[in-house]
């Protein structure tokens, strides 16, 4: 199959106005004509080219992911349920000050600093605390900095949109912290689809991804914490503990507020996030989430599970064991299996509610 | 010296319609003038403003044409001349103080000169003011050429005078902005006292208040004068007939028409075959002087711009006389001779008359048009109306329509007249959705503003300049204050009454005359009626994209304030604040990460794509400096340098 590289406006008709913009950031940054503004793309003017890079890049305009995958990993480390697995890990960040301001482990946190620290790169792109619930991707140089930024809120941070914006100036080493769908639109600006600029993306270095059920709206759960009483300046942070307490807890300076997740899901979930075949993020060097252990979750939730996919997630996993920067726990029997097994059940449902949204266009 | 000025009697000048207005105004002993701005109309009071002090009258830009009349009127009531001159919607805003002045009858000498623009050349609309003459029963005067546009205008003082009414005299975009040769007559010493006598008998015209009531007493003496009127037009000397005795066709026009129509019987050699009756006083018409010349032919053509005013009133009389003179018939609106809107010109008049009258008119080959329509086509660059290089506008409706982007809630802006307007168009964005008359911007969107119990949650925006602000948005401000309508009105402070050349307003602190004048602050205004004001600098764009996005967050009226000097005001005009330059290197024009989007999105006519080197570059020789493209550029190739 060929993909067709179009313009600014199939991009918003196909993927906007078709409600699969996830928020990447991805079209953001190339160009003036599009803006991230309060959790959405915005068109400020329109732009006549007829291939853009933000068609060509953006993680939900067609692409042959079998392809992709094949000319991105190692073919034999290829598992159709989450991508490629080089090495499977549970870990956390051995410094407890990070841990305290990460979600889960730290491991992400730990994993980053330590590739700055080690000159592996020179820029760590991560999610910084906007106004409200909103974030926004920043540029950090400084392993210090990476500190107290991994709490999740839920939203997504349109860290490509930064990613463009730091590429632009060039020469730059770039680790990023992504979601399964700016993963995605990384590897396929690796794939060069457009000539101008292309050797932009060769700047990046380190891409360490993020297990995602789903994003929420900023909009819809901005609403829905208002109506809980829950005033945003006073979150500390949020979380959702396994599937079995459907929950979301909410985590504020006077206390925890817990939301029943029917409350959150699907009236709050980005409507995107429900076309999304990825939990793993498949087009890491590294991805990272919330671990299960047989300890039960206030145990596991301080602790990370690791699929490592690249030579190079490797070799900063094995750095980072030799130096002592991550902390490593037995992994339990049967955690990789439950891992692909809610894998493809998010694949599955995806691609069900892909083929019966297309069922209903036929319809009309 | 002024030429406007000129002693000697006999001479002859080279005067512009609005100015041979005022020399004739000035020969009738004017003593007031008051008006408010708006082309084709401004040069009049303009121009006798800078001879006021000399002359020793007293001249004003009033806020409004309602209020302009109501000044000029009180100098009337005081037994002084006036003259009130606007464009032609000016006399829409007039009109209620107008039908009740006509009533109440007038002292001193009092003239409404209205200036129509048909074709809508400088308006939002081709109304006509010669309706109202009818409407509101007051004479109707239409000088057909310079000569008489001065001439004329002296006598109307003279008439208003005899007959104690208001007089209009009507003049067109190209009587008032066209140039002829003008004969002086002498230029009176007045000398009038103002005194207004109002103790009078009730009823008394001379020395009784000047009042419209009692209407059953008023109204018939209101028609008198008009019949009185009907018989002195009889005799004027401003109705004119050359041609042949007897005629194949006769035209009956009036006004910048005549000239028309002189040229085309002129180009198709129809002078004894076609006779030209040109009217100078169209309100009411004489009939037996219309009589006279409708018996001389079968075939009548009427050459007159917009609606068929001339033409049914024409036909009025043809039918009360058709015993005497015979069945006619008539060319003209109605029978699709002569177009029902926009400017006539020689050509059309031509082709008329060579229509009628079986006369060939081939000027010009046909190919010829085609081949000059080739040209225009393919050679001609695309020019659009657009923003003046360094205008505010551009910037604040960059800025404008920015804000509506990002809110993304498909929000909106209600316009009104000024520079302002070609917010319609891509110049400003396409950003103005309702465009209408003086102040009614924000009236229209006090209305959209209360929709929101029926589903509505677009934003809702109004836009006003300065002296709009004044002459017509103060009761809409109230009205939408009051019923709490969410609106944010925008005024666009240029520091004057740019379009029609920097008249002074109530927000300035300078008057007509030039002298010191206190000046009323827009924003304390807005916050004491209750609104919350913000002031910005529309050339910030951060600042003032920002500030709007917050105010359209909030509910209730919002006003914000984007205050920057108009390119072209006199303060400014020449002097740039920065020197401009495209560094080439960084420029990355047609590329995917711009797309030319300075020029093709911003399009200040200061900033143009060099389509060979594709490159943008700055045109240095109409640059303003303004700096905004420097912010606008995505690759930081538009360098700003400030000029010291």
């Known amino acids: ?364 | 010296m002024s030429k406007l000025l000129e002693k000697k009697i006999g001479t002859s000048h080279l005067l512009m319609g609005n100015e041979a207005i005022v020399r004739g105004a000035l020969e009738a002993g004017v003593n007031v003038a008051a008006g408010y701005p708006g082309t084709p109309s401004s040069e009049i009071v303009e121009s006798l403003s800078k001879i006021a002090k000399k002359m020793g009258l007293y001249v004003e830009w009033s806020v409004n044409e309602k209020v302009s009349l109501e000044v000029a009127a009180a100098a009337s009531f005081a037994n002084l001349r006036a003259l009130c001159p606007m464009k032609q919607n000016g006399v829409n805003v007039a009109s209620d103080f107008l039908l009740h002045l006509a009533l109440s009858g007038i002292r001193g000498g009092l003239v409404l000169v209205s200036c129509d623009d048909p074709g809508a050349l400088s308006s939002v609309n081709e109304g006509e003011s010669r309706h109202f003459a009818r409407l509101l029963e007051i004479p109707l005067l239409e000088p057909g050429n310079f000569q008489e546009a001065k001439d004329m205008t002296k006598w109307a003082f003279e008439l208003s005078e005899e007959i104690k009414s208001v007089v209009m005299l009507r003049s067109v975009t190209r009587m008032s902005h066209a140039s002829g040769s003008v004969m002086f007559g002498p230029l009176p010493e007045t000398g009038r006292k103002a005194y207004f006598k109002s103790d009078g008998f009730i009823l008394d015209l001379e020395t009784g208040p000047v009042i419209s009531a009692p209407v059953g007493y008023r109204h018939p003496i209101q028609q008198g004068k008009i019949k009185k009127v009907r018989e002195i037009f009889e005799e004027s000397p401003f109705n004119t007939y050359e041609g042949p005795e007897i005629s194949d066709l006769l035209i009956i026009t009036s006004s910048a028409c005549t000239l028309y129509s002189r040229e085309a019987i002129h180009l198709l050699c129809l002078a004894d075959r076609v006779g030209l009756l040109k009217l100078g006083t169209t309100w009411p018409l004489p009939p037996k002087l219309l009589k006279k010349y409708l018996a001389t032919t079968d075939k009548i053509l009427i050459v007159e711009e917009v609606l068929p005013f001339l033409e049914e009133h024409v036909k009025v009389i043809a039918a009360e006389e058709a015993k005497e003179i015979g069945a006619k018939t008539f060319y003209g609106k109605n029978d699709g001779t002569i177009p029902m809107n926009g400017e006539l010109n020689p050509d059309i008049v031509v082709k008329a008359l060579s229509h009628i009258m079986g006369v060939p008119n081939e000027p010009m080959a046909p190919e010829y048009e085609k081949k000059a329509q080739l040209v225009a086509f393919t050679m001609a660059p695309n020019r659009e109306q657009t923003f003046c290089p360094g205008c505010p506008h551009r910037a604040s409706f960059w800025n404008i329509h920015k804000a509506l982007q990002l809110d993304n809630r498909q929000g909106f802006v209600c316009g009104d007249i000024g520079c302002y307007s070609m917010a319609a168009i891509p110049a400003g964005f396409s950003t103005i959705r309702t465009l209408h008359s003086m102040g009614s911007g924000l009236g229209v969107a006090s209305g959209f503003g209360k929709l929101d119990m029926f589903g509505m949650n677009q934003p809702v925006l109004a836009v006003c300049g300065d002296s709009t602000f004044f002459h017509a948005v103060l009761p809409p401000l109230v009205n939408a204050i009051h019923h709490q309508a969410n609106v944010t009105l925008v005024v666009l402070d240029n520091s004057g009454t740019a379009m029609t050349g920097f008249q002074p307003h109530p927000g300035l602190n300078v008057d007509a005359m030039g002298d010191k004048a206190p000046n009323l602050d827009i924003a304390e205004i807005c916050r004491v009626m209750g609104a919350n004001v913000e002031i910005r600098d529309p050339f910030n764009l951060e600042a003032t994209q920002s500030t709007l996005n917050q105010l359209m967050t909030e509910s209730g009226v919002k006003v914000l304030i984007l205050r920057q000097v108009c390119a072209l005001s006199p303060e400014k005009k020449g002097k740039k604040k920065f020197k401009m330059q495209i560094d080439k290197e960084k420029c990355i024009g047609t590329d995917c990460g711009c797309n030319r989007f300075c020029t093709r999105i911003l399009r200040c006519p200061g900033l143009v794509w060099d389509k060979d080197e594709k490159k943008a570059w700055i045109d240095e020789v109409i640059c303003a400096g303004c700096g905004i493209c420097s912010d606008v550029c995505p690759s930081g190739a538009i360098i700003r340098e400030e000029v010291v």
Request: charged share 25%; proline share 4%; aromatic share 6%.
């Open chain 1, 1 to 364: 199959m060929e993909n067709v590289i179009k313009d600014q406006k199939e991009l918003r008709m196909e993927v906007r106005e078709s409600h699969l913009c996830t928020g990447c950031g991805a079209c953001v940054n190339l160009c003036p004509y599009q803006i991230y503004y309060r959790d959405q793309v915005i068109e400020w003017h329109p732009c006549d080219i007829k291939s853009g890079r933000c068609y060509a890049y953006c993680p939900r305009t067609p692409v042959n992911l079998d392809v992709l995958k094949a000319e991105l990993f190692e073919e034999s480390l290829l598992t159709p349920e989450i991508g490629a697995i080089k090495g499977f890990y549970v870990t956390r960040a051995a410094d407890i000050s990070i841990r305290k301001g990460a979600q889960h482990g730290g491991t992400v946190t730990a994993l980053m600093s330590l590739a700055l620290q080690e000159r592996i790169i020179d820029t760590a792109i991560v999610a910084d605390k906007g106004q409200g619930l909103l974030s926004q991707g920043v540029s950090l140089n400084k392993a210090a900095d990476l500190k107290n930024r991994g709490k999740s809120r839920f939203i997504v941070s349109p860290n490509i949109a930064e990613f463009n914006r730091q590429a632009q100036v060039g020469g730059k080493k770039i680790g990023i912290v992504v979601t399964p769908c700016q993963s995605l639109s990384l590897a396929k600006m690796r794939t060069k689809p457009v000539p101008t600029h292309a050797e932009r993306i060769d700047q990046l270095t380190l891409v360490i991804g993020l297990f995602c059920g789903w994003a929420l709206s900023w909009e819809m759960l901005s609403l829905l914490l208002g109506r809980e009483g829950i005033d945003v300046k006073d979150i500390e942070g949020m979380d959702i503990p396994p599937s079995k307490y459907q929950l979301l807890q909410v985590y504020t300076m006077n206390g925890t507020v817990d939301i029943p997740l029917d409350k959150v899901d699907p009236a709050c979930v980005r409507e995107a996030c429900r076309y999304c075949t990825d939990m793993t993020a498949e087009f890491t060097d590294i991805s990272v989430g919330s671990a299960r252990l047989p300890e039960g979750w206030e145990v596991a939730k301080g602790w990370n599970q690791v699929i490592v996919r690249t030579e190079l997630g490797e070799k900063l996993i094995d750095l980072a064991r030799s130096k002592g920067i991550l902390e490593f726990h037995d992994i339990p029997e049967g955690n990789l299996e439950r891992l692909k097994n809610a894998s493809i059940s998010k694949k599955r449902t995806a691609l069900e509610r892909i083929s019966a949204s297309r069922a209903a266009v036929r319809e009309t």
